[in-house]
């Protein structure tokens, strides 16, 4: 690799964040670094930074700056000699600040769903509470109805993810996520992608990487396309 690569995605819930993310991630061998992910292995290992997230996430509430912070950025300062691809965080403009004290980001990727789809698509999701994994009953459901595929054990419909509970949820998110998105667009490393379809709009993702990561799209590309 000839130059280090960060980059941080943001889109609503139900965005296809994550499914875009592994696709990068794979695509461009960048490490995909996801803070939900962060938090449900602190969960797991009962770190105190863990033990206190919990008690936001069990209420569907964000989990205060200081804790992501400081459970985040020492973990982004191990990273120096790699490429990465930050999922959920920042979500808020003291996040952001927060890593902007860390790190020069090459490029910010943000999604824009329409409201309609994200409420279709959050109103079918499941989730296996324990590893964080998630269905859609619609386009990705599990092997088995209401069984998780790897564990076998139940999904749930998170509470926020109820109809009623999804319209506050998704406001609650823009209204954060502004003047991120404000203050990635005037440092010049914003790149806001619009539409209905993950595989729509990946092709127009995945061409703006490959002329910013040139050496490792064409490595990459020699092997088998994605799925
Ligand atoms: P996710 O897997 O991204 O949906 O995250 C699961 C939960 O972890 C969220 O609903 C939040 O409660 C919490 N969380 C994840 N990332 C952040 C963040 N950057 N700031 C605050 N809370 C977060």
Sequence with gaps: MSKLFRA??????????GTISERIAQRFALTHLSSGDFLRENIAANTEAGILAKTYID???????????????????????????????????????????????????????????????????????????????????????GRDDISGEPLIQREDDQPEAIVSRLRHYKDLAKPVIDLYRSKGIL?????????????????????????????????????
Excluded at 8 to 17: A, L, Q, T
Excluded at 202 to 217: A, D, F, G, Q
């Design 59 to 145: 209420r569907g509430l964000l989990v205060p700056d200081h804790v992501m912070t400081r459970l985040l950025l020492p973990k982004l300062e191990e990273m120096t000699r790699h490429s990465w691809l930050m999922d959920g965080f920042p979500r808020t403009l003291a996040q952001a600040n927060a890593l902007n004290s860390t790190c020069d980001l090459d490029l910010v990727i943000s999604l824009n769903i329409p409201f309609e789809t994200l409420k279709e698509r959050l109103s079918e999701r499941w989730v296996h509470p324990a590893s964080g994994r998630v269905y859609n009953m619609g386009f990705n459901p599990p092997r088995i109805q």
């Design 8 to 17: 941080v995605i943001m889109g609503p819930p139900g965005s296809g964040k």
């Design 191 to 227: 790149h806001k992608f619009s539409g209905t379809e993950t595989d729509r709009i990946w092709p127009y993702i995945n061409s703006l990487l490959s002329t910013k990561i040139p050496s490792i799209s064409q490595t990459v590309t020699q092997h088998a396309p994605l799925p």
